[in-house]
């Protein structure tokens, strides 16, 4: 029997136990850095299945890791479990109806632990039953969404010993990740300045509310002036009170700002600087700068890939069957045309009206639209590192929307976790059986690292913010 049959197998032998951890991690959705139950979860799954298992890595008490085998090379399979706020919705159900204010998996990141762990679990059983040697580990990371989890553990260590990484992330197609992230920091501005009665001596006061507001304006001029792929958001913290007759003193801007490597985000970065600089100097407050979070591009690893694609070309596209089509049709009546036809240019594949994933993308396909951020990124610069889109929802499925987070707990979810966990297993075994494949890995990152080395986008003082609303 050829290793990818095997490997498929021990991962069906237990998917139902990894399928109840994704549900469990549905029902209590907890934000970056708070995910406590969902880390202990993970945890009690991997002590249940043998792993050896090593709690609060760099710093971060959600942060879990599980290793099995001995010797050999280290296959590292990244897991997630942080959620969104504001995007509970009542499972299975096609109309919004949210479960109160509370947050909720609008990323699918319930499904990306489970599916992770779940790959990880038949690696592991599998170097048992050949005896060949080598080791896996499941690293349950916390706070991709803005916290930089994994930035934090490549800075701190974590990966120095991997020799390979794999990961995956909830997707509308099934297909190859392309490895193209925009770089990311996110800061803090805090504007202090002088309260006063706004109406008896207004002179007397410096507004931190007017330096904000000047900064943000400052960087709206700036949007012309930058690349077309850099992004740059922001959102207030704090805006100084809402009595209109005081002269704000203090108020709190978070920025983040993206460019598509970490020498364009630095440019970027200062310029962004610069503007909150000009903004306290106008309005004779003091401007305090806070760094949260930053991650770097992702880093291509082609031999990687191509293993990776020949596993999900072995494998063809998730079995969904009628009765998931019809519930990925119903969610997407809820969106419209432009976002069925924007999932497929992201992808990189023709229009059609299948409401569900029933093809493979082709390794070569690169999608034209916008782009997000991840802390893979950092990984990929530290270890060989390869990602898949595994297909878990409607095709047109807004991201971080209700939409995803009411399919997050469905069959075809389930099935499409099932399937990129074969993928991610498939890939693990044949590096671990070919060391061919592993050394042509190594080599291809050698020669991206030497071009360019890498450079943590994290000040070397900076400790995971793990409180991220304030």
């Known amino acids: 029997m050829h290793n990818t049959e095997t490997i498929w197998r021990l991962v069906d032998a237990k998917q139902a136990e990894f399928i109840a951890l994704s549900d469990h991690v549905w029902d209590i959705p907890e934000l970056n850095f708070q995910e406590v139950r969902s880390a202990q979860a993970h945890a009690e799954r991997l002590r249940a299945e043998g792993f050896r298992v090593t709690e609060g890595l760099a710093g971060m008490p959600t942060a879990v890791m599980g290793e099995a085998g001995e010797g050999g090379p280290v296959i590292a399979i990244l897991g997630e479990f942080d959620a969104l706020p504001g995007l509970s919705q009542e499972a299975g159900v096609a109309e919004h109806r949210p479960l ?28 048992q039953a050949q005896g060949v040697a ?123 700002v993206r460019a598509a490597d970490l020498p364009a985000l630095q440019t970027l970065a200062r310029r962004v600087d610069q503007i909150a600089d000009g903004a306290a100097m106008m309005t004779e407050t003091r401007m305090q700068r ?11 690893n082609p031999p990687l890939e191509r293993a990776m694609f020949d596993n999900l070309q072995r494998l063809g596209p998730p079995p969904f069957d009628d009765a998931d089509r019809a519930l990925a049709e119903a969610f997407r009546q809820t969106v ?68 995803l987070t009411g399919q997050g707990k469905s069959p075809l979810a389930h099935k499409g976790m099932v399937h990129a966990a074969k993928t991610m297993a498939g890939t693990a075994v044949d590096v671990l059986s070919d060391p061919a494949l592993l050394d042509r890995a190594k080599a291809d990152h050698q020669s991206r690292l030497a071009a360019t080395p890498y450079e943590s986008p994290l000040p070397p003082e900076l400790t995971p913010v793990l409180d991220m609303a304030g």
Not at 290 to 300: K, Q, T
């Open 100 to 127: 109160g204010n509370g947050p909720g998996h609008g990323c699918g990141h319930n499904l990306l632990g489970a599916g992770a762990m779940l790959a990880a679990t038949a690696v592991k059983d599998w170097l």
């Open 290 to 300: 806070r760094v949260v979070s930053g991650m770097s591009n992702l880093l291509a």
């Open 336 to 403: 419209g045309p432009a976002d069925i036809a924007g999932a497929h240019q992201r992808a990189g594949v023709p229009l059609s009206d299948a409401p569900l994933c029933d093809r493979i993308v082709p390794l070569e396909a690169r999608g034209d639209g916008g782009v997000g951020s991840t802390d893979v990124g950092d990984v990929s610069w530290a270890v060989p590192t390869v990602q898949m889109r595994g297909a878990t929802y409607a095709i047109g499925t807004p991201g971080h929307s209700w939409q």
């Open 134 to 256: 080598g080791r896996v580990r499941y690293y349950g990371c916390p706070a991709e969404e803005g916290g930089a989890g994994k930035t934090f553990m490549v800075r701190d260590g974590v990966f120095d010993d991997v020799d390979i990484a794999i990961s995956w992330h909830p997707a509308a197609f099934a297909g190859v990740n392309v490895p193209y992230s925009l770089a990311i920091l996110q800061a803090d501005y805090s504007f202090v300045g002088r309260a006063a009665h706004a109406a008896e001596a207004p002179e007397l006061g410096r507004s931190g509310l007017d330096a904000a507001e000047l900064m943000n304006i400052g960087v709206n001029y700036l949007r012309e002036h930058m690349p077309s792929s850099a992004r740059i958001h922001y959102a207030h913290l704090e805006s100084g009170g809402v009595a209109p007759n005081v002269v704000q003193a203090t108020t709190t801007l978070r920025y983040i």
